[in-house]
Nanobody, 126 residues
Framework: QVQLVESGGGVVQAGGSLRLSCAASGRTFSNVAVAWFRQAPGKEREFVAAISAISWSSGSAYYADSVKGRFTISRDNAKNTGYLQMNSLKPEDTAVYYC????????????????WGQGTQVTVSS
């Protein structure tokens, strides 16, 4: 089992930055892939970024086209924490952001993730 707790959400003006954190407890953090998803009101949950387990692809990352070049996913296995650095934020980035984890490789399909956090709200004002 892995328990995930997100933090770092808030309200920011367009063009600003936020860093989300995903604190994990339970299973060995370095052995799980970590991903970020987001869900805006009335929309389906959307893939944002993922980073592999160190044992799989040495922490390689994968991004949705909509955030590529603006967002950076990372992990600190010593702190059992994943991060999502979000720069150049746009109003369309407004959503609840969720951290997710799974054993094995990373995928953009939310259905294959076993563990989820409670979500943190990000609001970008224009």
């Amino acid at each position: 089992q892995v328990q995930l707790v997100e933090s770092g959400g808030g309200v920011v003006q367009a063009g600003g930055s936020l860093r989300l954190s995903c604190a994990a407890s339970g299973r060995t953090f370095s052995n799980v892939a970590v991903a970020w998803f987001r869900q805006a009101p009335g929309k389906e949950r959307e893939f944002v970024a993922a980073i592999s387990a160190i044992s799989w692809s040495s922490g390689s990352a994968y991004y949705a086209d909509s955030v590529k070049g603006r967002f950076t996913i990372s992990r600190d296995n010593a702190k059992n924490t994943g991060y999502l650095q979000m720069n150049s934020l746009k109003p369309e980035d407004t959503a609840v952001y969720y951290c997710a984890a799974r054993s094995g490789g990373y995928y953009s399909d939310p259905g294959v993730y076993d563990y989820w956090g409670q979500g943190t709200q990000v609001t970008v004002s224009s």
